[in-house]
């Protein structure tokens, strides 16, 4: 099962991850984070099929924190590149887009891209905060 959503910020985009750590019975099978000068794009892949009532319960989560986003061709293969194996580095490359994170969700890896875009600013816009 796949889900690909637009969130407006930063913070939206780390409930997604804490939720998906406390959700241990969910078959997690990777988290894409790209961030785009108007927002994030977040997709989530899991191994298997869910019941429907987790899909219905995690769309509504989704659905409170952004809309589902449809991609244009450039991010379509770069989020394809990533799923096949390419480095996150590789795709960035390729199509500049700019990848936070891909795999595990990783907190970590999104604050850290948000305190060094902040510093080389000199000022926090909105979809960081």
């Known amino acids: 099962m796949d889900y690909l959503y637009y969130l407006a910020n930063a913070s939206l985009t780390l409930r997604i991850v804490e939720f998906l750590h406390v959700r241990t019975q969910l078959p997690l099978g990777f988290m894409t984070v790209i961030h785009r000068l108007d927002g994030w ?7 298997q099929p869910i019941d429907a009532m987790q899909d219905g319960d995690f769309r509504s989560f989704l659905n409170e924190l952004g809309i589902p986003y449809d ?3 450039r991010v379509k293969m770069a989020l394809w590149g990533l799923e096949n194996g ?3 580095v590789e795709v960035m490359k390729q199509y500049q887009i700019a990848v936070i994170s891909h795999g595990r969700p990783d907190r970590i890896e999104i604050e850290a891209f948000r305190e060094q ?7 926090c816009p909105e979809t960081l905060a």
């Open 41 to 47: 794009v977040v997709r989530v892949k899991f191994s």
């Open 71 to 73: 991609p244009n061709i």
């Open 86 to 88: 390419q480095s996150p």
């Open 117 to 123: 875009f902040v510093q080389g600013l000199g000022y």
